[in-house]
């Protein structure tokens, strides 16, 4: 059985490391001027080369030759997810007082390090503060906001990048040659969208789609192989919702579903297309794909995401009570009708979509015609709370940026104090559109927070992504 093509093609080196030379260069630049940190910590997303990187990095500050299965004496790897207790740390601590045998340092490459408890955070702290002039730590994590403050601080950082999608279609273009694969172009692009950015995951699914299908691999077959929804379709189903043509939503979805697509499927794709050309009118369907693969029966909740805009945009009077009861009878022809919703209560909750939807479109245009409407203002108000909850039911993407913020109301001035300079600009873009929720004539003033007691802190909890430090008594 032949080696599996990422393990192949895994770098040797760092001139052989693709789409991360942000960080490649600047390594290369150390090792030959001889500057070693005593910690460093490799941060992003899976599959984008912290591993390799990590690997190729520990070898060439020994000055050992870099082959896949070459194991020394004074490279240690550690798996973070599988000792995460404190006296593995300990163990560590007291192994690395011993001298190197052969190279100059005896180095710890520490893979997914946030999974240590915190007590073993502690105990690497200790060592990182004192380190043996012997002794580098090389730590990877997926998820830096877990990892203390305290540790990224002593630490060299460098962010992995997921990889553009030029990037990885000439990557794996490169791989198909040179393993001889027959792979049409439009064929990479779906394996490099749906390897999200990642060198690993994208090279993984060229292997398994080479080795299940001979003779050229072309779009159709991987839509057929991995049971993909075209992006003729998933464009069909955007431009329906758009325009609230009902009845072109629910062919559409009933032609994917017939198709054997799972609905989770056709919902991921619908999420990358917005987010990769975020629409407007699209927005609000945004939320309710976001919870399809989550619910118990995914492909009704797809269902009543498209069909409550619609609804919403001025629909004849009692078309939403047929255009559901239509739907709960030819649509979904895959899964059993016995297991989906009675159509009153589908029409129920399209409805419930619907009532949503219009106060939405109400509340965004509400600063353009208040005067013009007096009588058909929504609830306005007074508190930041109340401010909160209402932003929340109306946009909870902006919500989730006001709630890094605090705010006081004071004789008609709404007093909004903002830590991070981000979403301090994030929010005053925004400032016409929280006008509509409160009083005529109420003005909102933005005001920087009250730094904390050490602004070094301050500085470092931006750069690596607002994290907290984790207090020695374990609390946040």
């Not at 207790?85 to 001298?99: F, K, P, Q, T, Y």
């Not at 009118?281 to 069909?307: D, G």
């Not at 649509?331 to 059993?336: F, G, L, M, Q, R």
Request: hydrophobic fraction near 35%; charge should be negative.
């Amino acid at each position: 059985m032949g080696k599996a093509l990422y393990r192949k093609y895994r770098p040797k080196s760092l001139s052989e490391v693709v789409g991360q030379s942000h960080i490649t260069d600047v390594l290369e630049k150390s090792l030959k001027s001889n500057k070693t940190s005593h910690a460093y910590l490799f941060i992003g997303p899976r599959g984008t080369g912290k591993t390799s990187v990590a690997r190729i990095l520990a070898h060439e500050i020994n000055g050992f030759p870099y082959e896949l299965e070459n194991e020394h004496l004074d490279i240690i790897e550690i798996d973070a997810a599988s000792n995460t207790g404190v006296d593995n740390i300990r163990s560590l601590r007291e192994n690395a007082i011993v001298a190197p045998t052969k190279g100059k340092y005896k180095i710890y490459i520490i893979d997914e390090v946030h999974m240590l408890s915190k007590s073993a955070f502690n105990a690497l702290l200790k060592t990182l503060e004192e380190p043996p002039a012997h002794v580098v730590f090389i730590m990877a994590t997926t998820d830096a906001h877990k990892v203390p403050i305290t540790i990224t601080s002593r630490s060299q950082t460098h962010t992995f990048r997921l990889a553009s999608p030029d990037i990885i279609i000439a990557h794996l273009a490169n791989l198909a040659k040179s393993e001889k694969i027959n792979i049409a172009d439009d064929a990479l692009k779906i394996i490099a969208k749906r390897g999200g950015g990642s060198f690993r995951d994208s090279i993984s699914l060229l292997d398994q789609i080479s080795t299940a299908l001979s003779g050229e691999i072309t779009c159709a077959l991987l839509e057929d192989a991995f049971g993909l929804p075209s992006d003729e379709l998933i464009s069909q189903l955007l431009s329906a919702y758009s325009t609230g043509d009902s009845t072109c939503a629910r062919t559409s979805l009933q032609n994917l579903l017939e198709q054997g697509i799972k609905p989770e499927n056709i919902a991921e794709d619908m999420i990358t297309n917005i987010i990769a050309d975020p629409k407007p009118e699209l927005l609000p369907l945004l939320s309710q794909l976001i919870e399809v693969p989550s619910s118990s029966r995914p492909e009704v909740k797809l269902l009543l995401a498209l069909l409550s805009q619609p609804v919403s945009r001025g629909h004849k009077p009692g078309q939403a009570e047929a255009l559901q009861q239509d739907s709960s009878e030819h649509i979904i022809s895959p899964v059993k009708k016995s297991n989906l919703p009675s159509s009153e209560n589908l029409s129920e909750r399209s409805e419930a979509f619907s009532e949503l939807d219009a106060k939405k479109t109400f509340s965004h245009t509400r600063a353009n015609d208040r005067s013009e409407n007096p009588a058909a203002k929504p609830p306005l108000v007074q508190t930041w709370q109340d401010l909160l909850n209402t932003v929340k039911k109306d946009n909870p993407a902006f919500h989730s940026l006001l709630a890094h913020a605090t705010g006081q109301y004071d004789k008609n001035t709404f007093k909004i104090s903002v830590k991070n300079k981000m979403v301090r600009s994030k929010i005053e873009q925004k400032i016409k559109y929280l006008t509509t929720f409160l009083p005529e004539d109420t003005e909102i003033t933005l005001t920087d927070q009250t730094p904390t007691a050490d602004p070094v802190i301050d500085e470092l909890s931006e750069i690596f992504g607002n994290v907290e430090e984790i207090p020695e008594n374990g609390t946040m």
